[in-house]
């Protein structure tokens, strides 16, 4: 059975940069979309960013717009997070998932991945 897992979280100053993983594993992998995710203490869970599979265009949230950067490695079944410049308000746990069909939810999720900016 597929599984997503993250990576790459921690402790970050403000104004520093965090780089997460995300890595299909446990059988063959089929996506549509692959997105990130993240819930904020107290906080309902909020879109990040998200990236086609195959081919398209990246969309971001307005809060992340130029500072967090999503990418793919296919040969690794694999995204990632690029985030830079952070703030105390990025703090949350992020969360990545897959689409499995166009159209649909994003219907496979990973446990998550603590993300705390904090000097």
């Known amino acids: 059975q597929v599984q997503l897992v993250e990576s790459g979280g921690g402790l970050v100053q403000p104004g520093g940069s965090v780089r997460l993983s995300c890595a299909a594993t446990g059988g063959a992998f089929r996506s549509v979309t692959m997105g990130w995710f993240r819930q904020a203490p107290g906080k309902e869970r909020e879109f990040v960013a998200r990236?086609?599979?195959?081919?398209?265009?990246?969309a971001y949230a307005d809060s992340v717009q130029g500072r967090f950067s999503i990418s793919k490695e296919h040969t690794k079944n694999t995204i990632y997070l690029e985030m830079n410049n952070v703030k105390s308000e990025d703090t949350a746990v992020y969360f990545c998932?897959?689409?499995?069909?166009?159209?649909?939810?994003?219907?496979?999720w990973g446990q998550g991945t603590q993300v705390t900016v904090s000097s």
């Open positions: 990236i086609p599979w195959t081919f398209g265009v990246t």
């Open positions: 998932a897959s689409r499995t069909f166009a159209g649909g939810e994003f219907d496979l």
